[in-house]
């Protein structure tokens, strides 16, 4: 029975997260080296996982003016393919190429 719930509730979870994607709009990263830990780029450090120039993100939120520092906009990401499939994290807007049809991976 336990079994039986875990597994449903991954169920839920996975289809919560699978709608959010979808209705989120999608880039392709224009560089490597460009996932960081916080939008702010004096906090931020490098994610673990660095995806490869030309990995689809899905864009889940964007920030302008971050922390005051006119001009940085930064978008919080999750990576859709690729080594670093799933993994989440900040880009600087300049760094993100928007896909105006479906995702290709």
Known sequence: MKKTLTALLAAILHCAASASEADAAHARLTDSQVLLTDANPTKATFADCQPLK??????????????????????????LGGQCRGAQGWVGLLRLEKLTGPARQ
């Open 54 to 79: 030309g990995e689809v993100v899905a864009i889940l939120e964007t920030r302008s003016n971050v922390d005051g520092m006119k001009g940085v906009t930064a978008a919080r990401v999750r990576v």
